[in-house]
């Protein structure tokens, strides 16, 4: 790519931000972000995790020539009985929805929510290892460090590669009760 189209691209990067800041100034204070969570007993299972008596079933990487092992979120999960946390978020209202006849503000204020909902379970994870379940009581990161995913411990979400399978929101929701923050 040319240096051209790097400065355009680098421009109407920082015209894409300018315009996220203001429309999310202008929607302060209209909406609320929401999270709930549960520290469960929990334990591994073949390929499974077995939370509260209710089986979670896992996806375990394919073939790998180059992996030694191929890995499954049970394995990381105690057989004999561990801890685990659960959480859901979401932005409570209809956020966006003052965009709807406009496609590209409407697309911006989806990518806020999506971008609030992730600083709520961000913000709670860290509530979770610092203080309730207190395993990382002196951790002090900074948002860059938060960013690169420098704490204790893991934080898998369904969706992402390590649970791809949608599907399991229905199991979550059944163990976690996602309608208490508007999540159906």
């Known amino acids: 790519m040319h240096a051209w189209g790097?400065?355009?691209?680098?421009?109407?990067a920082m015209e894409i931000i300018a315009e996220a800041k203001a429309m999310l100034n202008a929607l302060d204070g209209?909406?609320?972000?929401?999270?709930?969570?549960?520290?469960?007993?929990?334990?591994?299972?073949g390929d499974n995790i077995i939370?509260?008596?209710?089986?979670?079933p896992l996806l375990r990487q394919q073939h790998n020539s180059k992996a030694r092992y191929n890995l499954c979120l049970s394995d990381f999960v105690s057989p004999h009985g561990d801890k685990i946390?659960?959480?859901?978020?979401?932005?409570?209202?209809?956020?966006?929805?003052?965009?709807a006849n406009d496609d590209y503000k409407h697309l911006l204020a989806q990518t806020l929510a999506d971008r609030?909902?992730?600083?709520?379970?961000?913000?709670?994870?860290q509530y979770v290892r610092t203080t309730l379940w207190g395993y990382a009581p002196e951790e002090r990161l900074s948002p860059q460090e938060l960013f690169s995913e420098k704490y204790q411990g893991i934080r898998p979400a369904v969706g992402y590669?390590?649970?791809?399978?949608?599907?399991?929101?229905?199991?979550?929701?059944?163990?976690?009760?996602f309608q208490q923050v508007g999540v159906s």
């Open 6 to 12: 790097i400065a355009r691209e680098s421009a109407q």
């Open 30 to 45: 209209r909406y609320r972000t929401t999270a709930i969570f549960a520290l469960c007993n929990a334990k591994g299972d």
């Open 51 to 56: 939370i509260e008596g209710t089986t979670l």
């Open 85 to 99: 946390g659960l959480f859901t978020t979401s932005v409570e209202g209809t956020f966006g929805k003052e965009y």
């Open 116 to 125: 609030l909902a992730e600083a709520a379970i961000e913000k709670t994870h």
């Open 161 to 177: 590669p390590s649970l791809p399978d949608q599907s399991l929101n229905f199991i979550l929701d059944k163990l976690l009760g």
